[in-house]
């Protein structure tokens, strides 16, 4: 059974930078493309960066663009989120998602469109 497991999340003052990960197990990371999503209440869980199973195409939304960045480490399992220049609209739960796909070079953005979901770690971005 895949799982995915989050950590590296906390607190963190407005202007500062905060790296969470997703171990992967069960299955093997580089048969899937990968994300990362953010939920706050009363919104919808919305995506933040996706990349794909060869590593070779990101995607991020609008928001986090020149902020963020996304990477795997296929060899450990392993997917990073690195949050800069944080705000306090960045505070959410960030979820770890992967999406079972054929093609190496293909990101998914929707949230229906991914398999296996992490239990989520907590960012929170004082002002």
């Known amino acids: 059974q895949v799982q995915l497991v989050e950590s590296g999340g906390g607190l963190v003052q407005a202007g500062g930078s905060l790296t969470v990960s997703c171990i992967v197990s069960g299955g093997t990371l580089n048969s899937y493309a990968m994300g990362w999503f953010r939920h706050t209440p009363g919104k919808d869980r919305e995506f933040v960066a996706g990349i794909s199973r060869d590593e070779q195409k990101t995607a991020y939304t609008d928001s986090v663009k020149g902020r963020f960045t996304i990477s795997r480490d296929n060899a450990k399992n392993t997917v990073f989120l690195q949050m800069n220049s944080l705000k306090a609209e960045d505070t959410a739960v960030y979820y770890c998602?992967?999406?079972?796909?054929?093609?190496?070079?293909?990101?998914?953005?929707?949230?229906?469109?991914?398999?296996?979901w992490g239990q989520g770690t907590q960012v929170t971005v004082s002002s």
């Open positions: 998602a992967g999406a079972r796909i054929f093609h190496i070079d293909i990101i998914r953005s929707r949230a229906v469109e991914y398999d296996y």
